[in-house]
């Protein structure tokens, strides 16, 4: 008797910093409800090497992406594709536009390689961020929330399906495609200069 | 009164901390080949159990933004734990069955909790290749008809308790014939080819021939769980479907 009660004490006590992490976890998050995107809590940098959050720029529509920057196949047809998209709003309408393009490789990926990305691309900063988390386990709830399919392989290629997203102010979606073409989606295209035009 | 309450919590929490049981890891000859048949698995750690409504319940009370009705659509579907009879009451579920209708979110977040991680869908293929008395029981007809019997039984209302079914040679116990399980890289399963070949895979995901780009052909026990998860969004919630989790070995 004396022997069980001894175990199950000690067995409190080893036990403790399981419960200190389940304290830690409880005051780290926050009340969130909907089915905003904006409310996601992954931690994410951009090519200005700033903390970026969805949603921040409080712009009318957000087009957004995942794609890697080692990606030689189709990563370049995804950015074309979002450049086409942009470019064929009407100018007026371009200033109410982000386009997020996430990459699926963290610890690969840097707020530096994708400054030379966006060069290379010619992505204006105030249209177009780059952007990357800081590990596997966010970007993966990051892509769930988008309904983006990724699995790594041994030799560090990323194979992962192609998918477009429009948010809405509110971070709701309103529109995806997963045409992988440098052409722009013409439905989501429409459906994101209706988003514009109200 | 708050105190009193987080206390009781936390003296069951400690009470049952779950158990952890080594796994040493090695080559594994995947149903789910990328690049070559075979993919390493390091060393980790793997819940004994999947986890229970009892302890899905000490969760949710210590972090309410996982109950029921406060989870935000964007982690979890009405179906979420919506057999419990509350937002905090299991009931008329046993407490030691194992936990289901929870979203991969909560899942994850369950996980992370408990210092871990679910497990990824290499480490739960590695750790449910074993039997009792071998590490890799799967070219085994017996075995593989034994597991396979779990799909000819007509469901129950009530899942049984978890750690009813003999132990593997890790002694971790039903990786087979009580729940389908959640795992970390749910959404990585059936990517088997870049994107360019999207037009084909989108055909493969929704026909069932997919099993053509799949490793072992026979194991159908297995190749059903890859179907059922590669189906489903984060967000989900499924009857038969609940998680365990995984740490970092020691």
């Given amino acids: 008797m004396k022997a069980t009660l001894a175990m199950l004490l000690l067995g409190a006590i080893s036990a403790v910093p399981a419960c200190e992490e389940h304290q830690h976890v409880a005051s780290s998050a926050a009340a969130v409800s909907g089915e905003s995107l904006f409310q996601l809590a992954v931690p994410l940098t951009d090519q200005s090497n700033q903390p970026f959050k969805l949603g921040q720029a409080g712009k009318k529509a957000t087009l957004i992406t995942m794609f890697y920057g080692d990606c030689n196949i189709s990563c370049p047809i995804v950015l074309e594709n979002v450049k086409r998209t942009i470019t064929q709003l009407p100018a007026a309408q371009r200033g109410a536009v982000q386009a997020v393009l996430v990459s699926l490789n963290p610890g690969v990926d840097t707020a530096k390689s994708l400054a030379a990305l966006a060069k290379v691309h010619q992505m204006d900063e105030r249209v177009y961020r780059l952007v990357v988390s800081d590990n596997d386990l966010h970007t993966r709830q990051l892509a769930a929330t988008l309904g983006v399919k990724y699995r790594r392989g041994a030799n560090g290629e990323i194979n992962h399906n192609t998918r477009f997203v429009v948010l809405d102010q509110r971070g709701q979606i309103l529109s995806a495609s997963d045409i992988l073409s440098v052409e722009p989606d013409l439905r989501l295209l429409a459906d994101l200069q209706t988003l514009l035009a109200h | ?250």
């Fill in chain 2, 1 to 250: 009164m708050k105190t009193a309450t987080a206390c009781f919590a936390f003296v069951l929490g400690c009470l049952h901390a779950a158990d952890y049981v080594p796994i040493a890891g090695g080559t594994l000859r995947t149903a789910l080949p990328l690049d070559g048949e075979t993919v390493p698995v390091a060393a980790f750690q793997m819940r004994s159990k999947p986890v229970t409504n009892a302890e899905f319940l000490l969760f949710v009370l210590a972090n309410s933004e996982w109950q029921r009705r406060n989870a935000p659509t964007l982690y979890a579907t009405n179906a979420y734990l919506s057999q419990w009879r509350s937002a905090t009451d299991f009931a008329p579920l046993p407490p030691n069955a194992p936990v289901t209708n929870v979203s991969w979110f909560a899942a994850s977040a369950y996980c992370a909790s408990e210092g871990a991680a679910l497990p990824s869908w290499t480490q739960w293929e590695f750790a449910a290749a074993a039997d009792a008395v071998r590490t890799d029981a799967r070219h085994d007809p017996a075995w593989r008809a034994q597991i396979l019997g779990w799909y000819e039984k007509p469901s129950v209302e009530s899942l049984p308790d978890v750690g009813l079914h003999p132990a593997n040679i890790y002694g971790v116990h039903d990786l087979h014939q009580l729940i389908w399980e959640w795992v970390d890289d749910f959404n990585g399963l059936f990517v088997t080819v870049d994107s360019r070949a999207q037009g084909e895979q989108k055909v493969l995901e929704t026909c069932g021939a997919a099993s053509l780009s799949l490793g072992d052909k026979e194991n159908y026990a297995v190749l059903m769980r890859i179907a059922l998860l590669a189906a489903l969004n984060g967000q989900d919630s499924v009857g038969s479907l609940g998680f365990r989790c995984v740490k970092p070995a020691q």
